[in-house]
């Protein structure tokens, strides 16, 4: 039975490593040191650096202003056969120090050693709030044209191929926490449409904690480790959790779909991904429909059960980020199929009595079935973990033509939110010229300067209208692909502070979960 079970035989695996077993680094165990040193040639002459691995490969090669530039991407990584600075003057030493004689003091003037050093202390940016700990895959996207009824965002007319990076995460833990705590999982997915970047940035839990996006520090003050010791780590349930959703009866919903067995995936590629609010599509006659948005994995959805991950956390803490990266080096590239959820753009935009403004409920599939628009398929892994997984930046405000927003007040804040981090975690506003973030399309905006400002504008004129620099750039309309927000009828009332009548209901969709539930599952949640 052991040997059926791929988290015991590991345990067992572990165990006779450490008494000496086993029969060395080929037997399965990462990082287990072989019974003999193994044997290394000292390269005798200058080599250029090692080709990225078959299944490997960087963001695409386009200016900070979304033009191809016909670079390899091989380009983009270091170059040459010899060590240099960063400056590229080659060095020919970088093991000592310049030094007044062997044992004398070391000289200012040693501009290699300040560089190296200098370099290496700020090598570290902040590490997201949230979702912290991830990992990542170039892909690609090709739409079956099933939604070109519903929105004429051009990604989604028929057969059309878009490429995709997406980031599966952690909420709660840092960046060196485990994989396979129980917790909600991120999955943001990035296209780089011909008509601009557009984000979906996603969960694996179709809910949310709250509703009103102004609680959004407080649940996440309640969920990360407690202030004065730093513990428990990425653990969401311990006392300053369970005080805050007790507190906080919206919260229901979520804690139960956290607690169930959608807390623990097996694996990033066996998990379902949802964009949790509620969106408006806008076809090319202008009709608008109201979508909820959903991943379907091709493997099914598959969970750990509880003591498996606990075995998972201290056998292997990367079980989750190992197992996608092996996935895509074997060939067994994950996929699934984005779905939508449509429903009437009414004007109390509701529907079957469900608020489809609050992030805490959700439209079940039998009432809403999910329509198939779409395959993604991950198929490589990346060059650089820094360069691309942590670098990359997704925004909810990152839309094109034929997606808009509705009025869920927890998406109006993150509207805010995953804008103005980005200033701190990348160091400025120029954060969309990282080769990860830039847009496959052309970009000629009146946005100068700043931090890291890569691109080398031109002209004297940077804003609009003006006379001396052609009048550019001109604006365009819906003929020629503009992105224009649906005019949606604002109802009147009062400047408030409070909830509409409709976001009170805090039970009758956990209640409903619960009944869905086999025994077993219910055992598991509580």
């Known amino acids: 039975m052991s040997e059926a079970n791929p988290i015991k035989h590991a345990a067992r695996k572990v165990a006779d490593a450490l008494r000496g ?149 952690t909420v709660l833990g840092s960046r060196g926490s485990a994989d396979t705590v129980r917790d909600t999982r991120g999955f943001a997915t990035k296209f780089y449409t011909s008509e601009g970047v557009f984000d979906l940035v996603g969960n694996n839990i179709p809910v949310f904690f709250i509703q009103d996006a102004i609680k959004f520090p407080d649940v996440i003050h309640a969920g990360k480790p407690h202030p004065d010791r730093e513990i428990p780590q990425a653990q969401s349930a311990h006392d300053t959790f369970w005080d805050f959703v007790t507190l906080h009866t919206e919260a229901a919903h979520h804690t139960l779909w956290n607690m169930s067995d959608r807390g ?120 650089n973990y820094f360069a691309e997984t942590e670098q990359v930046a997704f925004h909810v405000g990152h839309l094109v033509p034929g997606i808009d927003v509705t009025d869920d007040p927890l998406l109006a804040g993150r509207l805010f939110s995953y804008l103005d981090t980005q200033i701190t975690r990348l160091g400025g506003p120029n954060f969309g010229q990282i080769p990860i973030n830039r847009t496959h399309a052309p970009v000629n905006d009146m946005l100068r300067d700043g931090f890291h400002q890569t691109a080398v504008h031109r002209g004297v004129a940077p804003y609009r209208p003006n006379s001396l620099d052609g009048g550019c750039p001109f604006t365009a309309g819906a003929d020629t692909g503009a992105y224009i927000e649906v005019p949606v009828r604002v109802p009147e009332g009062r400047k408030v502070r409070e909830a509409p009548e409709s976001f009170s209901d805090h039970f009758s969709q956990p209640r409903r979960f619960w009944l869905s539930m086999s025994p077993v599952e219910r055992e598991h949640i509580i």
Not at 69 to 98: K, V
Not at 302 to 330: M, T
């Open 21 to 169: 077993d086993g029969e060395g680094p080929q037997d399965g165990i990462p990082g287990k040191p072989g019974a003999e040193s193994p044997s290394v040639e000292e390269p005798t002459q200058p080599r250029e650096p090692l080709p990225a691995k078959p299944d490997q490969t960087g963001p695409e090669t386009v200016s900070p202003t979304g033009q191809p530039t016909g670079a390899e991407q091989a380009r983009m990584a270091q170059s040459g056969s010899y060590l240099t600075t960063a400056q590229g003057a080659r060095l020919y030493d970088t093991d000592h120090s310049l030094k007044a004689g062997p044992r004398g003091p070391v000289l200012i003037q040693d501009h290699h050693l300040r560089e190296k050093v200098m370099h290496f202390d700020h090598e570290r940016i902040p590490e997201r709030v949230v979702h912290a700990r991830g990992a990542a895959a170039h892909g690609v996207f090709q739409s079956y044209g099933t939604a070109a009824s519903v929105t004429k965002a051009a990604f989604l007319a028929e057969d059309v191929e878009t490429p995709v990076f997406v980031r599966f995460s």
């Open 264 to 383: 623990i995936p097996r694996s990033f590629r066996m998990m379902e991904g949802f964009g949790v609010h509620t969106f408006r599509l806008v076809n090319a006659s202008g009709e608008t429909t109201l979508v909820k948005f959903h991943w379907k994995p091709k493997l099914g959805v598959h969970s750990l059960v509880w003591e498996e991950a606990q075995i998972a956390n201290g056998v292997d803490p990367d079980f989750h980020r190992r197992d996608l990266a092996d996935a895509i080096e074997a060939g067994a590239y994950p996929e699934w199929e984005l779905g939508i959820q449509t429903f009437p753009d009414t004007p109390d935009q509701t529907f079957e009595g469900i608020d489809l403004l609050d992030p805490t409920n959700i439209v079940p599939e039998e009432m809403a079935p999910v329509q198939r628009v779409g395959r993604l398929v991950l198929d490589r892994n990346p060059s």
